[in-house]
């Protein structure tokens, strides 16, 4: 691998990337997406000087804007058009019909710029599922390289009150990076934090298991402690030095209608691409030696079939040249469920709803952090623990999945499902699910937009704890609702479309009731207190699992880790690219993003795209050294 990019800076950038002017009429790549894997990828390859390189993004560049950087108003920007998509699901059968919004980085930096700054790492088995899916190469010794080449992790130092939650948790081993350009740290921490971490050591105790995959895991943030700022792709991959080299030019606000698409000698060739400037004007750009496609999980689909790849029914339904029949284009949809019971807080204990409820304390918490960084907004820490049913330990655990699954399985399918199905049944060996705590209320039934979700009108004050399936059974999809490349895709997560996902989540809804029995963060719940939704656990009783199931259905949402609609498996297996992440039947055209993972990883997926994009960047570099 090369030697790191530069620490990343904080620039003052005064060109206007929506302009168009002096647009050279070709480039040696083009890259469809200047977000995380992208721009990642464009940073690498204009390592080397002869490399010219573009890329597009549909969002503006707002790299220096407030919300962005303070790490304390990330919330601020879901539903926000200025920099989310706004993505909407379709009304999920299985969810009682209920609407889920995706939010999706709609800027430079992609999501990188909006999500909620958590960096977990994905583990040795979920990598190594890819190469089991049929992708030579892709495995954890492979990729664990280049989750340590993004990064520079700044641990905390003994006086740093974080380092009490170290010293009694699990962490990542890819955190042993010194001279990555993303800059990540722990935030300021709470005697509620420690509490988390000592509980699940009471648990695990009890469970007699000693392992460290399992129970309180500690991540940092992608913060860079020196300025209390977000560290994005933006930061770390387009800081001053990289963004003023010759070789690269970067178009904001650049909408690509298509990639050209040309037969040649028997062939399929990607030419180049067109788009819509801001300015309304339709350019057509050509490549000389590829198109990089990384538009990420909604969006790269969907430029796929408006290129004429996809499934060929769905294609001339919309009246789009087919170049590549390829069925499985936008298919495979995965996603991280979140569920949530939120639990009446202990008097004393502070959440979030007294920022939300007192109109005068964020002005004072946005003072303090405009002045010198200080205050609670420079800081973001969320504790979570991996876990699976306790029924998998003890001398039979080895037999409790297994049996579900063959109770809940669903019959039929292709060898390729087949061989999903086993993948992910082998993985839930591991940890089943991220269980998370947030010091707010979470009401998921209050509507369909998260503004909704975290306004804290429910009276009292509200710990909310949470489970994220790691790797669930059920896919979705994504595809075009018309040619029209500015109208948003059609999206169906089918979630919990597979029974097995409705069992587990609900079983671990169950075991609730012995978390928040457990000392010492039993202490900071109220003995009998209300919760939302107001049925779970009342009277501080267990909850049996048709009721579980009901909490699932009408108070789950997604996680925002999407992955998979242009998946990387053979093409026989229901692939749409090659273990070099080459799209079949088409030359020169790559995917690069986290549509391309055949499994999602477990926890947050931003540090598998980030791997993913590092060593993409080094096989395009490969390929083309000396040509």
């Known amino acids: 691998m090369d030697t790191a990019l530069p620490p990343a800076t904080m620039p003052s950038h005064l060109v206007d990337t929506s302009s168009t002017d002096k647009l050279a009429e070709q480039y040696d790549f083009i890259i469809i997406g200047g977000g995380t894997a992208g721009l990642v990828v464009a940073a690498r390859l204009t390592e080397d000087p002869n490399a010219q390189v573009l890329v597009l993004e549909a969002g503006s560049n707002r790299q220096d804007d407030p919300m962005i950087l303070t790490p304390g108003l990330a919330f601020g920007m879901y539903g926000n058009p200025t920099y989310d998509w706004c993505f909407q699901s379709v009304p999920q059968a299985c969810l009682n019909g209920r609407i889920i919004p995706q939010q999706r980085g709609k800027v430079l930096g992609g999501s990188s710029s909006i999500f909620q700054l958590q960096m977990v790492y994905n583990s040795k088995p979920s990598f190594d599922a890819w190469e089991k899916l049929g992708n030579p190469g892709w495995n954890w010794d492979t990729m664990l390289p280049y989750l340590r080449k993004f990064h520079t992790h700044h641990p905390p130092g003994p006086a740093d009150k974080a380092r009490e939650i170290i010293d009694i948790s699990n962490h990542d081993d890819a955190l042993e990076s010194t001279d990555g350009p993303v800059q990540t740290s722990y935030g300021g921490t709470s005697d509620l934090d420690k509490a988390w971490y000592e509980t699940w050591g009471n648990i695990m105790k009890d469970l007699k298991y000693e392992g460290t995959d399992l129970g309180g895991l500690a991540c940092p943030a992608a913060i860079d402690p020196k300025t209390r700022t977000r560290s994005s792709a933006t930061s770390a991959f387009y800081s001053t030095d990289i963004s003023s080299r010759p070789n690269l030019r970067v178009v904001t606000d650049a909408l690509v209608s298509k990639i050209l698409l040309e037969k040649k000698a028997g062939e399929v060739v990607a030419t180049g691409v067109q788009l819509v400037s801001k300015s309304g004007k339709e350019i057509s750009i050509k490549a ?340």
């Not at 199905?421 to 209050?446: C, G, H, P, R, Y």
């Not at 107001?534 to 992955?563: C, Q, R, W």
């Open 288 to 627: 000389n030696r590829e198109v990089i496609l990384s538009a990420g999980t909604m969006k790269s689909p969907q430029i796929l079939e408006l290129s004429g790849i996809g499934d060929s029914k769905l294609l001339d339904q919309h009246g789009v040249e087919i170049f590549v029949d390829n069925p499985s284009v936008g298919e495979n949809l995965q996603d991280h469920l979140l569920v949530s019971v939120s639990f009446e807080a202990a008097d004393g204990v502070m959440t979030g709803e007294t920022i939300m409820r007192d109109p005068t304390i964020m002005p004072a918490l946005m003072e303090m952090y405009q002045k010198d960084q200080s205050g609670p907004l420079g800081h973001h820490f969320v504790p979570i623990a991996q876990f699976r049913l306790p029924g998998t330990f003890g001398p039979n655990g080895k037999q409790y999945i297994p049996s579900l699954l063959e109770r809940l399985s669903v019959p039929g399918g292709s060898e390729s499902e087949q061989l999903k199905d086993a993948v992910t049944a082998e993985l839930l060996s591991e940890a089943t699910v991220q269980q998370i705590i947030a010091k707010m209320q979470f009401n998921i039934s209050a509507g369909s937009k998260i503004s909704d979700m975290v306004k804290g009108d429910v009276e009292g004050n509200y710990l909310s704890f949470m489970i994220a399936l790691n790797h669930p059974f059920s896919r979705g999809n994504v595809h075009i609702a018309s040619a029209t490349p500015s109208d948003n895709p059609l999206i169906d997560p089918k979630y919990l479309s597979h029974p097995m996902d409705l069992e587990l989540c609900a079983r671990h809804i169950q075991f609730f009731s012995t978390l928040t029995s457990t000392a010492p963060l039993s202490h900071h719940l109220k003995p009998n207190g209300r919760r939302i939704p107001s049925y779970a656990f009342t009277d501080g009783k267990e909850m049996d699992l048709e009721t579980a199931k009901k909490v699932v259905k009408e108070h789950t949402i997604s996680n925002y880790h999407p992955a998979g609609t242009c998946g990387m498996r053979p093409r026989d297996m229901g692939g749409v690219v090659n273990a070099e992440l080459k799209v079949y039947g088409v030359k020169g055209l790559r995917v690069v993003d986290a549509s391309v993972f055949p499994v999602l990883p477990r926890g947050n997926i931003i540090t598998s795209v980030y791997a993913v994009a590092e060593r993409a960047a080094d096989m395009i570099k490969e390929e083309w050294k000396g040509r």
